[in-house]
């Protein structure tokens, strides 16, 4: 699912960051803001200096240890405020319509996530982000109502879209592109010689008679005698040769071929070979019970993301969208390291 809704969704933002860990003792550079309007959505204008903030708020909670750092930041800014402009963008647009839907939020319901989200001493965090106390509070409400617009007019829709039938389907969709998978460990005796096939014969009346697997018989295997044996081989069921495969199943693990006539690619001799089969592993693809959840909820995202363009599509039809960032040169970089 596209991640439109800034924060609710915020944490997801930070993935794919940078890593910080490398910048502890770098050089700390300084940096301007080319501060400007980029968007109007309906009669509210949102600015370099707006999404700062929003990206000042994001940076603290993922990365709290490091807020002082500039490097970090600067590349943060550079990677995430096209991303977070959107966002900021989207969310207003549903302000605007939580404003003609009557959508209420308390007070008291905005001091309560103030706590949350910055802890008891708010005043202190607030200050260290870099922003005012009403900034946070604005910030916040507008959160809280983004969500709940969000709620009723995506998710509630995208969770009754959902049935049953269509995790059937992509169950079917999830076994064609997981097959089962077979791991097959096998070795091959290969016994050469004018007389390969009345040694070989002999050789697998031994080999039935101890019951050992190939490395108990290794003083059996030397270039006097002409008898080999390969190193153990694991592979896939699906790069394994037809040839081999076709032997191998006809094959307890533990167990042995009875001698077969083949002509060595080496030289053009008959050789024969016993083949030995040391373990065979199977792995079916994952029930469907145990992935029920996981593709309900891969199925409720598609269906919420489509849910969620078609939104702001009308949201931005209804209220008036200007984006301004699009008279701006490509090039535009709005944090510039001095």
């Known amino acids: ?42 009669d509210t204008t949102v600015s370099v200096l707006d999404v700062k903030k929003r990206m000042d708020i994001l940076f603290h909670k993922g990365y709290p240890q490091f807020t002082d750092n500039e490097l970090a930041k600067f590349q943060f800014y550079q990677s995430s405020w096209k991303k977070v402009l959107d966002e900021i963008i989207h969310g207003e647009l549903m302000i605007s319509d939580s404003v003609t839907k009557e959508l209420k939020v308390s007070d008291g319901e905005v001091h309560e996530e103030l706590i949350k989200k910055f802890g008891p001493n708010v005043v202190a965090t607030l200050d260290k982000i870099g922003i005012t106390h009403t900034e946070a509070e604005k910030i916040v409400k507008d959160e809280m109502i983004v969500q709940r617009m969000m709620w009723f007019y995506v998710y509630m829709k995208a969770q009754k879209n959902v049935h049953p039938a269509d995790v059937r389907v992509a169950y079917k969709d999830y076994q064609k592109a997981n097959p089962p998978q077979e791991l097959w460990s096998y070795q091959v005796i290969t016994i050469r010689g004018d007389d390969s096939q009345k040694s070989s014969e002999n050789f697998y009346s031994s080999i039935l008679e101890s019951h050992k697997n190939p490395e108990d018989l290794s003083a059996l295997f030397d270039e006097k005698s002409n008898i080999s044996l390969s190193k153990e081989f694991v592979v896939e069921g699906t790069d394994l040769s037809n040839k081999h495969k076709s032997i191998l199943e006809t094959l307890e693990p533990g167990s042995y071929s009875e001698p077969i006539s083949q002509k060595s690619r080496f030289d053009g001799t008959d050789v024969h070979r016993i083949f030995y089969l040391k373990d065979l592993e199977k792995k ?55």
Do not use: C, H, W
């Open 284 to 338: 079916e693809a994952a029930s469907f019970d145990s992935l029920y959840e996981r593709l309900k909820n891969e199925i409720f995202y598609q269906e919420a993301d489509k849910l969620t363009g078609a939104y702001i599509s009308k949201l931005k039809d209804q209220y008036g969208y200007e984006a301004i960032l699009e008279d701006i040169p490509d090039d535009f970089q709005p944090f510039v390291i001095q």
């Open 1 to 42: 699912m596209k991640r439109l809704i800034l924060f609710f969704l915020f944490p997801l933002l930070l993935v794919g960051s940078p890593d910080y860990s490398s910048m502890m003792n770098a050089p700390q550079p300084t940096f301007k803001i080319e501060n400007r309007i980029l968007a109007q959505v309906n």
